[in-house]
C-alpha cells in the first residue's frame, strides 16, 4: 500500500518537473515557436541572435539571476540555441561561462567552485564541507572548510601542521587554546570575529593530551559552556597564554571608498599579530560599484563569497583572460601578480573575505600605479595617437587615490540595461 502511494507522488513531482517554464527561450525553440518577445527584441525584429553581424547587448555584466534572463550559448552573432539538456539554474548563476564576454581569450584555469557541490560530512550535531586543491586544483596555497556547529557541539581539541585561521559567518562560538609554552587562552566570539592558530601550536609533551579519548571524535554533541570564569581551567599550574588568538575584524574601523563604493577591513599581523601567515581583507562593494583593477604581488587571492552577486575578470598571462561569476558560498582563486577586478552585478551588497597565505596584505592597484608612473611614458604607451582621450586619462588618473573600491562614472543600472532591448 505505502510503495503504491510513494509511487504516485514520485510520478506526478516527474510530471510537474516536465512543465515548460514559461518563456523559456530554449523551450520556445524546441517547441518551435520562436524566441520570446524580450528576446527577439533583443534580435531587433525576427533575426535570430546567432546571424552575423548581431549586436549583443548582453555582451557585458549581465544580473541573469536578478533580471531573470536564460542565459544561452550564443553572441555578437555567433553560436546556436541548445537541444540537449541544459541546466538553467546554472547557467544564470554563471552566465559568463554560458556566454563568455568576446573579452575573454585564451585558456585561463578555473577559478571557481561552489561550496554548494562539496561533500558534506555529517556529524554529531554539525557538519563539515571544504574547498582544497581536490574540488578546486587552483587552491594551492590555501584550503577552506565550512562549518556548523549546533548549540553546544564541540569542534573537538585538535592540531595541524599549517597554520589554521578562521572566521565567524554567524552565532556565537567559543574558542579554547594551548599555545606551546602550555599557556592556556580562552574567548567567546561572534559574527565577523577571527582566530588564528599557528602552525605547530600543540608541539606539546605527549602527555599532555593522555586523557584525550580514543578513537576521532571529530564533532560531538557537548553541553552548553558557562561563563568563561566559571569554565576557565584554575589550579597552581595553569598560566594564561600571553598570546591572543582571536580578533574581532567587524569592529575593525573600515576603510571607506571616498564616493561611496563600499568599504574595507584588513587584518593580518600588523594588528592581529599571531596571525603571521594569513592576512585577510573583508571588503563590502555597493551595488554598481566596481572593486577597481589591481593584483596581488605577494601572493594567491581565496575568496570567499558570503553575500551578493559578483562578477571577475582575471587577466592572466599571455593576454589571456576569463571572467567568473560568483554567488554567495563560492569560492574564487587570483593567482598573485595577476590584475583582475570586481563588479557588483546584484542588487543587494557585495560581501566577500579576501584570503592570502601571507604575513601582510598588499594590493596595487593600477589607476594608482599609473598615477605614480611618470605621465609621459603613460601617454607614450597607451594613447599615441589620441592626445585628447589620452589627456581625459591623465585627469582621471592624476589624483589616484588607492581606492580599493569605487563607483565607476557609469554605472549600470537596470534601467539602462531596459533601454537597451
Ligand atoms: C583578544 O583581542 C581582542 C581584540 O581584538 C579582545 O577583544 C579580546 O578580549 C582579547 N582576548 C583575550 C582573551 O585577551
Ligand atoms: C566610514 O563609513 C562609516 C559608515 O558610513 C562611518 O560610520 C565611518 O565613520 C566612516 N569612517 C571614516 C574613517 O570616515
Redesign the pocket.
Known amino acids: 500500500m505505502h510503495s503504491h502511494l510513494l509511487l504516485g507522488v514520485a510520478l506526478v513531482a516527474n510530471l510537474c518537473d516536465a512543465i515548460p517554464i514559461q518563456d523559456s527561450p530554449r523551450q520556445r525553440l524546441l517547441d518551435g515557436l520562436g524566441l520570446p518577445s524580450t528576446y527577439r527584441s533583443v534580435t531587433g525584429g525576427g533575426r535570430l541572435p546567432f546571424t552575423p553581424g548581431h549586436k549583443d547587448p548582453y555582451d557585458n555584466a549581465v544580473d541573469a539571476v536578478g533580471d531573470d534572463l536564460d542565459p544561452l550559448p550564443w553572441r555578437n552573432g555567433l553560436g546556436a540555441s541548445v537541444l540537449g539538456p541544459w541546466n538553467k539554474e546554472r547557467s544564470r548563476q554563471s552566465p559568463d561561462i554560458v556566454r563568455p564576454p568576446s573579452t575573454d581569450h585564451g585558456n585561463v584555469a578555473n577559478m571557481r567552485w561552489s561550496f554548494a557541490d562539496s561533500h558534506i560530512r555529517i556529524e554529531e550535531g554539525g557538519w563539515t564541507r571544504q574547498t582544497t586543491i581536490t574540488e578546486l586544483p587552483t587552491s594551492v596555497e590555501l584550503a577552506g572548510v565550512n562549518m556548523r556547529l549546533g548549540e553546544g557541539v564541540i569542534r573537538e581539541l585538535h592540531w595541524h601542521k599549517e597554520a589554521e585561521w578562521a572566521y565567524v559567518l554567524d552565532g556565537e562560538v567559543r574558542v579554547t587554546a594551548l599555545d606551546y609554552e602550555g599557556g592556556n587562552?580562552?574567548?567567546d566570539l561572534k559574527k565577523g570575529?577571527l582566530w588564528s592558530v599557528i602552525a605547530k601550536n600543540f608541539n606539546l609533551a605527549p602527555e599532555v593530551f593522555a586523557h584525550i579519548p580514543q578513537g576521532e571524535k571529530y564533532i560531538f554533541q557537548g553541553s552548553k559552556p558557562g561563563s568563561i570564569d566559571d569554565e576557565e581551567p584554575q589550579g597552581k599550574e595553569v598560566k594564561k597564554s600571553k598570546y591572543?588568538?582571536?580578533?574581532?575584524m567587524l569592529?575593525q574601523e573600515p576603510i571607506n571608498s571616498t564616493n561611496g563604493g563600499g568599504h574595507v577591513r584588513i587584518t593580518d599581523s600588523k594588528n592581529?599579530p599571531i596571525s603571521k601567515t594569513i592576512a585577510a581583507a573583508h571588503a563590502v562593494i555597493e551595488p554598481g560599484a566596481i572593486r577597481e583593477m589591481h593584483w596581488h604581488p605577494n601572493a594567491d587571492e581565496w575568496s570567499f563569497f558570503i553575500k551578493g552577486r559578483a562578477r571577475v575578470t582575471i587577466f592572466a598571462s599571455e593576454g589571456t583572460a576569463r571572467t567568473f561569476d560568483y554567488v554567495p558560498g563560492d569560492v574564487g582563486i587570483v593567482p598573485r601578480n595577476m590584475g583582475h577586478f570586481v563588479e557588483n552585478i546584484g542588487d543587494e551588497p557585495i560581501e566577500m573575505l579576501e584570503i592570502f597565505r601571507a604575513d601582510e596584505f598588499r594590493d596595487i592597484s593600477l589607476f594608482k600605479w599609473m598615477g605614480e608612473t611618470p605621465q609621459k611614458q603613460v601617454i607614450d604607451t597607451l594613447f599615441a595617437d589620441d592626445p585628447k582621450n589620452g589627456k581625459l586619462f591623465l585627469n582621471k588618473i592624476k589624483d589616484a587615490n588607492n581606492n580599493v573600491v569605487t563607483k565607476p562614472d557609469f554605472v549600470r543600472s537596470k534601467n539602462d540595461m531596459a533601454g537597451d532591448l
Open positions: 587562552f580562552i574567548d570575529d591572543n588568538f582571536t580578533h574581532r569592529e592581529f
